[in-house]
């Protein structure tokens, strides 16, 4: 980037301090919030609002921009809560097969019980 500092930019919808400004596409942009971003939003990201408005429409908005200001550190927490998240679910998913595994085992002796019980009324007719 070639500007570092604070620059009006025209902004379409809400906008809370502190949003990512994203690009449209179309000269403008919208207000992500840093929890709802993805790292898609965060790497198109022109930089991060200085003020809020609750007007809906297009209106000018200073925003932060230059390294660090857009994704930044953000990515990298946005990095670290997503490798927990992983680590968690593959957590659960171990939990998930552990008790799969019991289930296979106890569906085997059911079978088991089942056909012992089969056999022994087929004896008694």
Same mark, same amino acid.
């Given at each position: 980037m070639a500007f570092a500092g604070q620059l009006p930019v025209w902004v379409k919808g809400k906008v809370n301090e502190g949003d990512l400004? !994203?690009?449209?596409g179309d000269g403008t942009g919208? =207000? /992500?919030?840093? #929890? @709802?971003? +993805?790292?898609?939003?965060?790497? &198109?990201?022109? #930089?991060t609002a200085w003020a809020s408005s609750t007007d809906a #429409?297009? &209106?000018? !908005?200073? !925003? =932060? !921009? *230059?390294? *660090?200001?857009a994704g930044g550190s953000w990515e990298h927490e946005k990095i670290k809560q997503l %490798?927990? %998240?992983? @680590?968690? /679910?593959k957590k659960e998913n171990a939990v998930i &097969?552990? @008790?799969n595994t019991v289930i296979k085992l %106890?569906? +085997? %002796? /059911?079978k088991e019980r089942l056909d012992q019980i089969e056999k022994a009324m087929a004896r008694g007719k």
């Amino acid at each position: 980037m070639a500007f570092a500092g604070q620059l009006p930019v025209w902004v379409k919808g809400k906008v809370n301090e502190g949003d990512l400004i !994203v690009a449209n596409g179309d000269g403008t942009g919208r =207000a /992500i919030s840093r #929890g @709802a971003a +993805t790292l898609a939003d965060a790497q &198109k990201a022109m #930089g991060t609002a200085w003020a809020s408005s609750t007007d809906a #429409g297009l &209106k000018r !908005v200073h !925003v =932060a !921009v *230059g390294l *660090g200001l857009a994704g930044g550190s953000w990515e990298h927490e946005k990095i670290k809560q997503l %490798e927990r %998240e992983n @680590a968690e /679910i593959k957590k659960e998913n171990a939990v998930i &097969k552990q @008790a799969n595994t019991v289930i296979k085992l %106890e569906n +085997t %002796e /059911i079978k088991e019980r089942l056909d012992q019980i089969e056999k022994a009324m087929a004896r008694g007719k």
